[in-house]
């Protein structure tokens, strides 16, 4: 395929000069005639190896010649879902923090200036299914950089005085989230979705970060960064020879151990008749919403017809949600929606924030696109056409860069897919038919268990959304938790 | 920078900590690594034009910057720049609404514009095979915006733009500071005095003839820079831009009049309540604008004083004395005026007096020694990476290239904005500390409902009252 690249960026670049020396030969100009493209240009996906380290690691190499850049970068499969202990949310992320605070043999400080001097930077960090350590340097710095990074994963001292200062800050900025509406919508939506029992309702809070102590974060550290989890994806200015050689010797100290985790999640919740979840936030200017409910992990068989019916329904701006409710009727700055994919049930989310005088009139709309595309308002060839064409020609924009594509080939690995996923994207796409967006409308815009959560101003917001008669309310606190009575507005700050 | 889609909320809260309207100073590394190869010139109607050819991808950029941004509103009608950039997605005289994002985001690609105080710009990245589309779909708006604008189009876009304004400002935590700050360091009818989304009684007050009229004026083509970069063959890409553009009249010359960089008489000590339970400390002080060659200085002070961990203000109060749970420093600059800007989030145990005495001394301090060796070499250190990581996006060598030839009259002024950084010295740092940030300068406190009392130097500090959020939807 790598031989073939250059014949076919000819071949392409000769259709766009025809066509458009076609179109320069039409005198005099009409400008009421869109110009016809050219031939799609053909994507030229990188070519990657793969290799197995003696300690257990993947590794993954994409030369990319142009810019003497490096993006290095190991996942670690499984997150804090997997690997944070009941009671201790948060302890993933402030491990992660804790990297950079002194090793065996330099202080934080050191450690900071180092990489200063490198001209980059090192991020570490831990999400729900996976958790990341890397950088992007360049290709004369990449040996130095990587040599601090394998210090800050192996030999990180985790002093106590840095431990309490990363939590008072984790701290403070648990409590400036309290003040965000949309900090506060996208975590009550999540845990009236999961409940409280499943990894994806739990969040860190004051109490677990409280909870962390300095053998925590030993513990995680020793438990979570290992090889047997780990994919280590090296793109740019590298031969898959050099790159090789720079890792063995970089990672030297680093000796096997640890495996890909399971990932069971416990049962959901029994999903509730469609209710409306309001969180009072007197005052608010707007009102945010997140509507929604779980979805199908990222393997799910559905995942291209949901990606273009996603489209079609909320994905882009000329979608059918922006198109009604910001574009139309002017009343937010904009909505959308999507869905999360990983290993367990990811959700469906449709929403926005939504000029508080409006908040009814804009339920009554965003219940009428989400019925539309269920079957109510059929789609057309058109909205198809336009959606496939979008997500087949977005393919590029994925390689647009070293840390773009380490992050398309690695995600690739960690979500089981297979190696040709960006050759066949497009004919996978192209297969969706009508009847394949119509089935998977039905089944995961579940209608009539959607979980409407609005954070906004009760006094004025309440008493329109019930005459929309469009689902029962429910009071809750910015936890989420019911708000007892239900009746006087609460008083969250 | 106010866009017409969204910023993502993450990247919002970044910027009003760190670094604003702080232009692209990312400039390189070693000499011979930072280049653009691009080409540029004008057509007979004043359009200016630059080419720069990568087929790394196969996409183009193309990007159209208009000079003309909120300083060039008046007064009663703040806003206006911003609304405009939303009516300019409305469609144009040959091409109807919403042909726009299908030819764009509907192929695989982008579109968004956006707006500051000194500039409006629009730009599509597409497939390669679309670079005929867009450069149709921008002459088009070019020149023929006005032949299908109406009122009802007007007033859907100004619903949309008052909903941004709630968005990303009123029902923001300390969303108004910027507004609150730039309508203390300006006297009364500067036109940086007030912020680039406007007021919402003056977007209330904009009528179809004074779009008109800024259209007329503004949005020709010798007050235009049109960027194409990507993957194109660029002696079909000058007949396309002939085809499409020479025959949009050309406009009047627009009026730049001098503008006075901020100055105050006095220190301003203000306090703001807001809904937030978090206090913050911003302290600004009227700086200089970045076609001044001290905007240098500023900006590598800024990078010595926060940012890294060893950053003077960061290790003093984050690390050492603890006082803070986080500190920026940076120099926001625009085309005629800047300024230095430290802003402060406590620890809950400390107050913002204590704050704002730490910061001062941290000051007093690196004014009267300056930048250490090491000091200017970690400032200038990541300068290489973040322009090679700037060359790998078509989009961002557009703004580069445009932005240069627009404020400068020189697309390769990202080489020069390089070399001026890296031969900036301890002398010149220490010069500017000693020179800015020592004169009169605006204090503000935002606290929470009630907590007056919480502001730094409460009984000194002069209350902000600022209109609350208009109600009132599309009548």
């Known amino acids: 395929m790598n031989r073939q690249r250059p014949h076919i960026a000819f071949a392409t670049a000769l259709l766009i000069t025809l066509a458009s020396v076609a179109s320069l030969a039409q005198q005099p100009l009409d400008r009421t005639k869109a110009p016809t493209p050219g031939a799609n240009p053909k994507l030229t996906v990188p070519a990657w190896t793969t290799q197995q380290l003696s300690n257990g690691a993947t590794l993954i190499v994409s030369q990319r010649r142009g810019l003497p850049l490096v993006s290095f970068n190991i996942t670690l499969v499984g997150g804090s879902n997997q690997f944070e202990p009941a009671g201790k949310r948060g302890v993933a992320a402030l491990t992660a923090s804790m990297l950079t605070e002194g090793t065996k043999s330099k202080t934080g400080d050191q450690l900071s200036d180092a990489l200063q001097l490198l001209g980059t930077n090192i991020n570490a960090g831990v999400g729900g299914e996976e958790g990341s350590i890397g950088f992007v340097s360049t290709r004369k710095n990449f040996d130095a950089t990587l040599a601090i990074l394998a210090d800050m994963m192996l030999n990180s001292t985790f002093p106590a005085d840095a431990l309490d200062r990363l939590r008072a800050r984790t701290l403070v900025n648990l409590t400036q989230a309290k003040d965000q509406p949309v900090a506060i919508g996208g975590q009550v939506f999540a845990k009236i979705l999961y409940g409280a029992d499943h990894p994806y309702g739990q969040r860190t809070t004051e109490a677990s970060v409280k909870a962390i102590t300095r053998d925590d974060v030993v513990a995680f550290s020793k438990t979570y960064f290992q090889p047997g989890r780990a994919i280590i994806t090296v793109v740019g200015d590298v031969t898959p020879l050099s790159a090789k050689a720079s890792v063995e010797k970089g990672l030297a100290a680093w000796t096997k151990g640890g495996e890909k985790p399971a990932f069971d999640y416990t049962k959901l919740p029994e999903l509730q008749t469609a209710k409306i979840y309001l969180v009072d936030k007197p005052g608010a200017a707007q009102s945010v919403f997140n509507i929604g409910l779980p979805g199908p992990p990222r393997n799910t068989p559905d995942y291209f017809a949901i990606q273009v019916m996603n489209t079609i329904l909320g994905g882009m701006f000329q979608s059918r949600l922006n198109a009604n409710i910001r574009e139309q009727k002017g009343y937010s700055y904009g909505v959308n929606s999507g869905f999360t994919y990983g290993k367990g049930p990811g959700a469906f989310r449709a929403g926005g924030s939504i000029f508080s005088g409006k908040t009814d009139a804009a339920l009554v709309e965003f219940m009428k696109e989400l019925n539309g595309i269920v079957g109510e308002r059929p789609i057309t060839d058109e909205e198809i056409k336009v959606a496939k064409d979008s997500l087949i020609q977005s393919l590029p924009q994925r390689f647009a860069s070293v840390n773009a594509t380490s992050n398309a080939i690695t995600s690739l690995v960690v979500q089981g897919l297979p190696n040709d996923y960006y050759q066949t994207y497009a004919n996978n796409i192209a297969a969706v038919t009508k009847e394949d967006l119509m089935r998977v409308a039905k089944r995961y815009v579940d209608i009539k268990h959607l979980a409407i959560v609005i954070v906004g101003d009760r006094a004025k917001i309440e008493e329109p959304l019930k005459a929309t008669g469009i689902a029962p309310i429910t009071h809750i606190d910015i936890e989420g938790n019911p708000v007892s009575g239900g009746s006087a507005p609460s008083s969250s700050n | ?475």
């Open chain 2, 1 to 475: 920078m106010t866009n017409r889609r969204r910023v993502l909320p993450a990247l919002a809260l970044v910027l009003t900590l760190c670094c604003a309207l702080q232009p692209v100073w990312g400039q390189n590394g070693s000499a011979n690594s930072i280049s653009i190869p691009f080409e540029t010139y004008k057509l007979p109607n004043g359009l200016t034009v630059i080419l720069s050819v990568d087929h790394a991808v196969p996409t183009v950029a193309v990007n159209v910057w208009y000079h003309v941004g909120s300083k060039n509103e008046m007064p009663g009608r703040t806003g206006f720049a911003h609304l405009f950039e939303h009516v300019m997605f409305t469609g144009s005289g040959h091409i109807p609404y919403g042909t726009h994002d299908k030819l764009t985001e509907g192929v695989g690609g982008s579109n968004n514009g956006s707006t500051t105080n000194d500039r409006t710009n629009y730009y599509e990245t597409i497939p390669s095979n679309y670079l005929e589309s867009a450069l149709w779909l921008e002459s088009d708006r070019m020149g023929f915006l006005l032949d299908t604008l109406d009122l009802e189009k007007l007033n859907a876009q100004r619903e949309v733009v008052k909903n941004e304004r709630r968005q990303s400002y009123d029902n923001q935590p300390y969303g108004r500071v910027s507004e609150i700050l730039a309508a203390a360091m300006y006297p009364k009818g500067h036109p940086y005095s007030w912020p680039v989304i406007g007021s919402m009684t003056d977007l209330s007050e904009a009528s179809q003839e004074d779009v008109k009229a800024f259209f007329r004026l503004y949005y020709a083509p010798n007050n235009a820079t049109l960027g194409v970069v990507g993957d194109f063959d660029p002696v079909i890409a000058k007949k396309l831009i002939a085809r499409y553009f020479t025959d949009l009249p050309q406009g009047k010359t627009v009026e730049r009049p001098s503008v006075a960089l901020g100055k105050l008489e006095m220190s301003k000590r203000l306090v703001y309540e807001d809904a937030v339970q978090v206090p913050r400390l911003y302290i600004q002080w009227p700086t200089v604008g970045f076609k001044r060659d001290d905007d240098y200085p500023l900006s590598v002070m800024s990078s010595i004083l926060s940012g890294s961990r060893t950053a003077r203000l960061t290790k003093a109060l984050v690390y050492d004395s603890q006082l803070a749970s986080q500190v920026g420093a940076f120099q926001n600059s625009a085309e005629d005026v800047g300024v230095f800007q430290v802003t402060v989030v406590p620890r809950p145990e400390h107050t913002l007096t204590e704050l704002e005495a730490a910061v001062d001394q941290v000051i007093q301090k690196f004014i009267a020694e300056g930048p250490t060796a090491e000091e200017l070499q970690k400032a200038k250190s990541g300068l290489e990476l973040s322009f090679l990581r700037a060359l790998e996006s078509n989009l961002g060598k557009a703004n580069q290239l445009i932005s240069g030839s627009m404020f400068y009259g020189n697309p390769g002024q990202f080489r020069t904005d390089y070399q001026k950084t890296l031969a900036v010295t301890a002398a010149d740092v220490k010069r500017v500390a000693a020179m800015y940030l020592v004169r009169s300068r605006i204090v503000l406190s935002v606290v929470p409902k009630g907590k007056k009392d919480k502001a730094s130097k409460a009984p000194e500090s002069e209350t902000v009252t600022m209109l609350p959020a208009t109600p009132g939807g599309r009548s």
